[in-house]
Nanobody, 115 residues
Framework: QVQLVESGGGLVQPGGSLRLSCVAS????????MGWYRQAPGKQREFVAS???????SYVDSMKGRFTITGDSAKNTAYLQMSSLKPEDTAVYYC?????????WGQGTQVTVSS
């Protein structure tokens, strides 16, 4: 069974930065890709970024240049560096991992951008 542990959320002022981490664990884990979605109050969950086992990255257009996803395959860990944060980035950020058989979701971490 795959488990994810997320960390790094919090309160930040507009223009600030945060880094989210997501650690995957499980017997025989073979990660195809990892990434994040986010969900703001009253809105649908939306894709943020992903990285695959080959290091290829994908981002939603509105976040390109502000968000950077990286991965450490040896640690089964992904990181989301978020910069120039805006109030509209406020949401619960959910990490996921795709091991080829299923998607597993993390518990979510709150990111609040406010002055």
């Amino acid at each position: 069974q795959v488990q994810l542990v997320e960390s790094g959320g919090g309160l930040v002022q507009p223009g600030g930065s945060l880094r989210l981490s997501c650690v995957a664990s499980g017997s025989g884990l073979n990660i195809i890709n990892m990434g994040w979605y986010r969900q703001a109050p009253g809105k649908q969950r939306e894709f943020v970024a992903s990285i695959n086992s080959g290091g290829s990255r994908s981002y939603v257009d509105s976040m390109k240049g502000r968000f950077t996803i990286t991965g450490d395959s040896a640690k089964n860990t992904a990181y989301l560096q978020m910069s120039s944060l805006k109030p509209e980035d406020t949401a619960v950020y959910y990490c996921y991992v795709n091991d080829g058989a299923r998607l597993t979701w993390g518990q979510g971490t709150q990111v609040t951008v406010s002055s």
